[in-house]
């Protein structure tokens, strides 16, 4: 694991102080195994990522998300999934996450790239970009994996995860949950957190330039 991980950083174009670093990590992490046991290259790039910035290890690339899933189901773990554009995080978006981190061993958010939130909420949205809304929303604790899509519709993803538990917020009717049919065909849930009333990134929008008109 040491030699192919010195040579690949090397055929990667890294110096030589840079490869024998990345061999060492890899060796830190080849301890711990049993036996001679291959290190996925996922697991790797998780534990770089981890060692740098803890919040970051839980942003999951896209074409890393069947990897990903795959190995929680072996562990036999209860995945939740919910999504949004998370722009301007508030105190209903907060208590819509612990909710959906209750209905099972993890939780898997969806976030929508900033055009596709533009897609969905028009022109001067979202407030903040992509990197900004998924980091905030991967310091949060109940929050265990950051999944970016780029469609307009999250269905896509929902069927890449095949969540135990679909989620989200109570001012959805159950018809107008995106994925719903899909979850219950595999023998899924899909529930609805509680709402925070007068709580929504659109009236904050909407006060804040009120504030602003009035301010002129």
């Known amino acids: 694991m040491v ?8 055929a990667a174009g890294a110096d ?3 490869a024998v670093g990345l061999a060492n990590f890899a060796a830190g992490l080849e301890v711990g195994l049993h036996g001679v046991t291959p290190l996925p290259r996922r ?5 770089i990522r981890a060692e740098a910035e803890p919040a970051t290890r839980k942003i999951v690339a896209r074409a890393e998300v069947e990897a990903l899933v ?33 209905q ?24 903040n970009s992509q990197d900004v809304r998924s980091r905030v929303l991967a310091s949060i604790a109940d929050v265990d994996y950051v999944v970016l899509f780029d469609e307009e519709s999250v269905l896509p993803l929902i069927k890449q995860v095949r ?24 023998g899924g849930e899909v529930r609805l957190a509680p709402r925070v009333e007068g709580l929504s990134t ?15």
């Open 70 to 102: 795959q190995e929680l189901r072996q562990q036999g773990r209860r995945i939740a999934f919910t999504n949004g554009c998370f722009d301007l995080l508030h105190l209903g978006h907060v208590q819509m996450l612990q909710y959906a981190r209750a």
């Open 43 to 47: 697991q790797i790039l998780a534990a």
């Open 16 to 18: 030589y102080p840079t």
């Open 163 to 186: 969540p135990d538990v679909l989620v989200k917020g109570g001012d959805y009717g159950r018809e107008g949950v995106v994925g719903c049919e899909f979850v219950e065909s595999c």
């Open 3 to 10: 030699t192919a991980a010195f040579a690949f950083a090397r």
């Open 202 to 216: 659109t009236e904050l929008v909407n006060r804040i330039a009120g504030s602003n008109e009035a301010a002129d």
């Open 104 to 127: 099972g061993d993890l939780l898997i958010v969806g976030l929508n790239t900033d055009a596709s939130a533009r897609k969905l909420k028009g022109p001067g949205r979202p407030i």
